[in-house]
């Protein structure tokens, strides 16, 4: 059964060697600096390893003809994505035809196509990430179903008895990166250095 968020701020304070009802200069509890350690160590981990369990799918994305630039989750034309950690595909399908966009980095990208208006329009063969937009090329010319795969970052852990989006086999090294992050805030380098290790190792 996975650990709840209780549980393993207790065994994060256990390691450590601090009682939960302690209080740091400022008067804050160290139990409360400890839940932000684990959401740190939360994201920490989703951004360095594509877990299954952050994976997700949007299908019914669209794009609107004349327009090169998507935002991934609000604003005009936005393709309606959540909680984004990493794009991983974009497949463009238009019911007959699909394809799988090829990523390029920006910086490759502004080089080859700093002006893409000034290409005709068709189907977008390529894409590239700035911030939270993605940007096609060719201009589409037509609207067309996008679908993407991408990860998410976990839920932020609010409550004693909720327990994470990762599934219970991770629980271990969740409370080994929520003590690497404490050990760190600590300063005690040497300890988090140690715990680095076995959360790399």
Do not use: C
């Not at 256990?14 to 350690?37: C, H, N, P, Q």
């Not at 990493?86 to 080859?112: C, P």
């Not at 976990?154 to 219970?168: I, R, V």
Request: glycine share 4%; no cysteine; proline share 3%.
């Amino acid at each position: 059964m996975a650990m709840t968020r209780l549980q393993m701020v207790t065994e994060i304070a256990d390691v450590v060697g601090k009682r939960l009802g302690a209080s740091a200069a400022s008067g804050a509890l160290l139990e409360d600096r400890i839940v932000r350690y684990l959401n740190f160590a939360q994201r920490r981990v989703a951004r360095h390893r594509n877990f299954y369990d952050l994976q997700r799918e949007k299908t019914d994305a669209t794009t609107v003809a004349n327009v090169n630039e998507y935002p991934l989750e609000t604003g005009t034309n936005n393709l309606g994505l959540t909680n984004i950690a990493n794009v991983r595909s974009v497949i463009l399908d238009d019911g007959a035809w699909s394809r799988k966009l090829t990523f390029w980095h920006y910086r490759r990208f502004d080089k080859w196509y700093p002006k893409p208006d000034r290409y005709t329009t068709g189907r977008p063969q390529i894409y590239t990430r700035w911030s939270n937009t993605l940007i096609m090329f060719r201009i589409p010319n037509d609207a067309y179903t996008i679908k993407i795969k991408y990860n998410v970052f976990p839920t932020e852990l609010t409550s004693d008895s909720q327990t994470t989006d990762f599934g219970e086999d991770k629980d271990r090294l969740l409370v080994t990166a929520g003590i690497v992050e404490t050990y760190v805030a600590l300063q005690e380098y040497e300890d988090a250095r140690i715990w680095f290790e076995l959360l790399t190792g």
